[in-house]
C-alpha cells in the first residue's frame, strides 16, 4: 500500500458506533421480560461485522513489505496496546461489582480470571462466561491478530475468486457442518465461549479479503458508491431487526463495508468527518463497559423508576446517550492514553534494542496512521 493511500474511514467508523449500541440494546431488552418482540433484534450478530471491519482495516494498514520477527512483535505490540488496557480495567470493574455483590449471575472464579486476563476465554477452555461477558469478542479478536500474518501470506498466495472461496467454505463449514464442537446447525454465530475464536476466523479472513478487493477498485472509485454502502448497511439493521439471517446479515455486511470504503476514498473529507470519527473512537468503549453499566447503573435504575416495557424506547435511547458519553470521556482520558503510553514504552524498548543489533538484521515495520485504525 502507498504511504498515500492510508487514510481513515469515518463512515466506517460510524458503522462501528451503530453496531456497538446495536450490541447494546440486544442485551439491555432483557432487563424486563414483557418488552415488546420488536425490539428483540438479532443485533449480536453485529459481532460478527466487527470482525470483518477489523479483518479490513487491519489489512489495509499492514505495510506490504512487513517481514521477521521484529515486524510481527511490532504488529502485536501495536494490536495489544489498542485491545489490552481497556479490557484489562472492564475486568478489574467486574471483579469490583461482584466483590460487593452486584453481580450475581456470572461463573467468576480465580482460574476464570486468569484466562480473561490472558485473553483466552474464547478458545473452548471453559464452559461459560465469566466476569465481562462481552469481552469474549476481544479474545477472539487476539486469537486472530496471532495468526494474522499467516492469514496474510495465505490471501496474497491467492487469487481473489479462490479466496473468496475459502471464505465462503470456512462459513459453510464452521456454521453449518454439524462440527463436535457446536451441538446445533449454525450455532457458530452464537458462540462465544464455545470456541467463539473460530467463530472470528471466516469474518476476520473476509475483510481481508474486502481490503484486496478495495485495492483493486482504484477505477472505480466514485462519490455516490458511498450512499449504495449506506443504504446496504441500513438495511442490514433492518433485516437484523426483524430476521435471525446470520448468512443474510454476513452478505449484507461485506456489501456496506465494500462499498463504503469504495465510496468514502473519492472523497477528500467526507462531510462531518470529525463528528463521525469522535463517535467511531467510543465504540470500544461502548462495547467493553456497556455490560458494567447495565448491572451497575441501567437495570437497578429500571427498576427505580418503575418503567414498564412500552417505555423502554425512551429508556433505551436515554441510556444510549449516557452510554456514548461516558464512553467518549473514557477514550479521551483513559484508552486513547494507555495505548499511546505502551507503544511508547514499546517504541522506546524497540530503539534501545536496535543499539546492540546489527542494522542488517533489522527489519522495519511501518504502519501508516497507526493510531487512526478503524479497530
Known sequence: ??????????????????????????????????????????YGLFVDMFFILSGFVISYSYPSDARGVRAYSRFMIRRIARIYPLHLLSLLIFV??????????????????LYNLLLLQAWGVTDHLSFNSPSWSISAEFFCYLIFPLLMLFARKLHPLALAAVVAAL??????????????????????????????????LN???????FRMSQPYRQKRVVF??????????LVLNVFAKPDLAI???????????????????FPGARLLGRLGNTSYAIYMLHDALLIAVFKPLWTWL??????????????????????????????????????????????????????????????????RAVN
Open 1 to 42: 500500500m502507498q504511504a498515500s493511500e492510508a487514510r481513515r474511514f469515518v463512515v466506517l467508523d460510524f458503522y462501528r458506533f451503530v453496531a456497538a449500541l446495536g450490541v447494546f440494546i440486544f442485551h439491555l431488552k432483557l432487563i424486563d421480560t414483557g418488552i415488546s418482540p420488536a425490539w428483540n433484534g438479532s
Open 96 to 113: 469490583v461489582l461482584i466483590a460487593v455483590g452486584l453481580e450475581r449471575t456470572a461463573r467468576s472464579t480465580p482460574l476464570d480470571f
Open 171 to 204: 462459513y459453510l463449514v464452521l456454521a453449518h457442518g454439524h462440527l463436535p464442537i457446536w451441538q446445533e446447525r449454525s450455532q457458530m454465530y452464537g458462540a462465544n465461549y464455545d470456541y467463539g475464536m473460530l467463530r472470528a476466523l471466516p469474518s476476520f
Open 207 to 213: 475483510g481481508i479479503l474486502l481490503a484486496i478487493l
Open 228 to 237: 449504495a454502502g449506506i443504504a446496504t448497511f441500513g438495511i442490514s439493521v
Open 251 to 269: 452478505l449484507l455486511f461485506s456489501c456496506a463495508i465494500l462499498l463504503t470504503a469504495v465510496g468514502e476514498s473519492a472523497f477528500v473529507q
Open 306 to 371: 418503575g418503567l414498564g416495557p412500552d417505555q423502554f424506547g425512551l429508556f433505551a435511547l436515554a441510556c444510549c446517550v449516557v452510554l456514548t458519553i461516558i464512553a467518549d470521556r473514557t477514550y479521551a482520558y483513559f484508552e486513547n492514553p494507555a495505548r499511546r503510553l505502551v507503544n511508547r514504552l514499546a517504541d522506546t524498548g524497540l530503539v534501545s534494542s536496535r543499539k546492540v543489533r546489527p542494522v542488517a538484521a533489522e527489519t522495519s515495520l511501518r504502519f501508516e496512521n497507526p493510531e
